[in-house]
């Protein structure tokens, strides 16, 4: 099994759509969660971290469940410029704290 | 703040030389930075972490005579690419965490297409 797993869309859209993404990771031991954004060709960059108590910022909403292993990602009212991929990110405990990406959830966008 | 610039941009480059990327952290100082490589569609994949004064840490399977990393100042790393093939013609991306910061606090360069012919 993957360490993380997404799903990698293509998730197309309407403007002001609400869309969700999960990502799924199978080892217990990942204690720091992150989601970023890579736009083509474009190097990832943060788009927010996710804590256990759930976090929002803005329209995109963060939730992490550790029974199930899963974060999720929502983002509400979406715009043409939310089209990107979203990259599930984690990062292990121990000295090492080695940081692991997903494949990443392709979202569009359309007028 | 925490800009990241990789040199060069894009290369194409013929079957059995050599090509040297730089990541260099403009307005910050790195103690580590990191190497990822992209391929289309796929995730990024660390290949090594390089850690400014010593030896870089590479993942496993990744060769270390091929893929040859120098930090040698606290604002810049680089890979070189020895003896290219077109299987390592990919997207290769730094990114460069600030000294003294959390892990997760990684600044990506902008990344560098290479082909290889």
């Known amino acids: 099994r993957k360490e993380v797993e997404q799903d990698p869309g293509p998730f197309n859209v309407p403007e002001g759509a609400t869309v969700a993404f999960n990502c799924t990771y199978s080892n217990s031991a990942s204690q720091s969660f992150f989601w970023y954004r890579q736009d083509c060709r474009k190097e990832p960059k943060l788009l927010m971290s996710?804590?256990?108590s759930g976090n929002e910022d803005g329209r995109f909403t963060a939730q992490l469940n550790r029974a199930s292993q899963y974060i999720s990602l929502l983002i509400r009212d979406s715009k043409l410029s939310d089209s990107a991929t979203y990259l599930c990110?984690?990062?292990?405990?121990?000295?090492?704290?080695?940081?692991?990406f997903g494949t990443g959830t392709k979202l569009q966008v359309i007028p | 703040g925490a800009v990241v610039s990789q040199h060069p941009s894009w290369v194409i480059c013929k079957s059995g030389t050599s090509v040297k990327i730089e990541c260099r952290s403009l307005d910050f100082q790195a103690t580590t930075m990191f190497w990822y490589r992209q391929f289309p569609k796929q995730s990024l994949m660390l290949m090594a972490t390089?850690?400014?004064?010593?030896?870089?840490?590479?993942e496993q399977g990744v060769e270390k005579d091929k893929f040859l990393i120098n930090h040698a100042s606290l604002t810049l790393s680089t890979l070189t690419v020895t003896s290219a093939h077109p299987e390592d013609s990919s997207f290769y991306i730094c990114?460069?965490?600030?000294?003294?910061?959390?892990?997760?606090?990684?600044?990506f360069g902008p990344g560098t297409r290479l082909t290889v012919t």
């Open positions: 390089s850690n400014e004064g010593s030896k870089a840490t590479y």
């Open positions: 996710v804590y256990s």
């Open positions: 990114s460069a965490r600030p000294t003294g910061q959390a892990i997760y606090e990684q600044y």
């Open positions: 990110v984690l990062q292990r405990t121990g000295g090492y704290q080695k940081v692991t």
